[in-house]
């Protein structure tokens, strides 16, 4: 072939120089192009982090920004509830007090080894609320007389019950435990309970010497079982008319703290040997000085507040060796109304049947001369024929709406007394 063939195809087959660099710019500025788009686009897969540490979830922004807002508000409602910091101090206050007494209530039940039937139920119980409490002081040699108590005027069995729920009247026998326990005389009571019933068994051991104890640790108990307006404490040889004592206790029912019963104030006896003999007498001065006024032992009653106050303080006060001294003094120096009735300690016939024929029915009656009625057992129903209420007064009397004036206790007229048993449900 010769050389001029060979240029010849050589030249059909050559780019020309201007066209090459044309497309060696535009290959440039392509690749240039592409690269920054592939640099640009994020990684689907890769999550932007602020920190190494941080957590790689996708961040809500929004989510974060009405966090901030409600922890704002909520700064700015703290803010503004200063004003109502005192009120809910006074409120834990109170709340604090009442605790208190619900524990030393709680603690008489708790200490009990031998819990009775009331105990049991006592979540059942202090739901309800009692118009008055009626405690019958009792010993383990009195079952005659707790016998002719319940041939009288106290309700038995079915009625007893009705008692509880519609009148709101609880009444028990109170007595503690023997020095030897779980001996003969515990058995004997465990038994006469499984008849009638009618028991309040206490965390106290027996004795003449300790009725101020018993005493202090009834009302105790009893405010940590029922949840009654009144407590009444009554000896198991004092005639009583249900009615009436519900009536009279009705007429203080709005004073927060009141001391019911007949007031005495005897005189302190320092020599030995003679019955209510005090030890302690040097306390109230000179010899031949008097008691300070206080409601005598057969029956008295007090609010709920005082009971309350009695169990609180039960392990600080002084016991005297006269369980009704013993009462009075603990309300020596507190804001207590003493409230003295005569009607809670009229005599036995012929005095009660005279006053109940006038209108003038009697809360209690007994013999001063026997702290009781004499030989009871054998004249309890005698008193209960002849000074009893009418059968029906118990049921027919609705206390809440007794509004008799308690200034007018002083005042025995048979017109008064008239209405004042007249009072019925309507």
Known sequence: ??????????????VPKNLALLLCFASFFAGMFFTNRMLMMPDAKVIPRTSRTEDQRPVDYDLKIRVLKNEANSSRGISGSQQSIQTVDKAISDLEIKLTAARAERETILKNPKISEDLKNVESTSKRKYLMVIGINTAFSSRKRRDSVRATWMPQAAVQKKLEEEKGIIIRFVIGHSSTLGGILDKAIEAEERVHGDFLRLQHTEGYLELSGKTKTYFA??????DAEFYV???????????TLGMTLAEHRKKPRVYIGCMKSGPVLARKGVKYHEPEHWKFGDVGNKYFRHATGQLYAISKDLATYISINQNVLHKYANEDVSLGSWFIGLDVEHVDDRRLCCGTPPDCERKAQAGNICVASFDWQCSGICMSVKRMMGVHK???????ALWTTNFSQTTRNSDSVKVHTRE???????????
Do not use: P, Q
């Open 1 to 14: 072939m010769s050389v001029k063939s060979r240029g010849e195809y050589a030249s059909k087959h050559v």
């Open 221 to 226: 108990t009893a405010v940590s079982l029922w």
């Open 233 to 243: 404490k009554v000896d198991d040889d004092v005639h009583v008319n249900l009615a």
């Open 386 to 392: 002849r000074c009893g209420e009418d059968t029906n």
């Open 416 to 426: 008064h007394a008239l209405t004042f048993i007249g009072v019925k449900d309507v």
